[in-house]
């Protein structure tokens, strides 16, 4: 299912560095989500955004940040990366009952 | 805000049983109710969903049923088979097209 990307898939950064997860999609939706997941926490939700003007903070917003460049496009930012940031982070986007995920980025933060 | 959360957090069945996963949510004004399955190394994907003016839905060997008095939602899987060992997530929200609260999760194996 190529119609929501994430990049990079994979990612090992040391604490204290600036990390950029990239998403894209093609499938015409306005909303679109970060989540995180942890074992046994399920997803999380980190930002949220209904269209290119509006962000909205989710369930664990501290430590990211996000932007929407556009309707197809958004990126979540660890401005200063550390350890319990280490997850696999989901990329979203919905339509009215179905949120369509991305492949997932698997950050690790040493 | 909601709370959701899901039992079991581990299930194990052989295959050809039944598989049941329960959820709990907190909010009396969620409405939607939806289940995503993933394989593992896999992204989770919607494989059913019920809404509040309904009890009860099916499609083949799933069906999710839905209690609001109480205030809890089951997912039930008939006639398992290898293929559908996965994590399951429940979900809730207020209103369709709102953002969801996730349960945990529950690992399924249907062991051969």
């Known amino acids: 299912d190529a119609d929501v990307t994430q990049t990079p898939r994979n990612r090992i950064t040391k604490t204290g560095k600036r990390i950029m997860l990239e998403c894209s999609q093609t499938k015409g939706h306005d909303r679109m989500y970060w989540y995180r997941q942890d074992p046994g926490l399920g997803l999380r939700l980190i930002y949220y955004?209904?269209?290119?003007?509006?962000?909205n903070k989710g369930e664990i917003s501290d430590g990211y940040s996000v932007s929407r460049q556009a309707q197809a496009k958004f990126s979540l930012s660890l401005e200063s990366a550390i350890p319990n940031q280490t997850a696999l982070y989901f990329c979203a986007t919905g339509s009215y009952n179905e949120q369509f995920f991305g492949p997932g980025t698997r950050l690790t933060v040493l | 805000g909601e709370n959701v959360e899901q039992h079991p957090s581990t299930l194990s069945v052989q295959e050809g049983d039944s598989a049941v996963i329960k959820c709990t949510y907190s909010?009396?004004?969620?409405?939607?109710f939806p289940w995503y399955k993933q394989e593992l190394g896999k992204r989770p994907q919607l494989i059913i969903d019920?809404?509040?003016?309904?009890g009860e839905k099916k499609d083949q060997r799933i069906a999710v049923t839905l209690n609001k008095t109480a205030k809890h939602f089951s997912l039930h899987i008939t006639e398992t088979q290898p293929e559908d060992s996965a994590v399951y997530f429940c979900?809730?929200?207020?209103?369709?097209?709102?953002?969801?609260?996730f349960g945990p999760g529950t690992r399924l194996s249907v062991l051969p």
């Open positions: 909010d009396s004004a969620s409405n939607y």
């Open positions: 019920i809404r509040s003016n309904v």
């Open positions: 955004s209904f269209d290119v003007k509006d962000i």
């Open positions: 979900a809730a929200t207020p209103l369709v097209g709102q953002n969801f609260v």
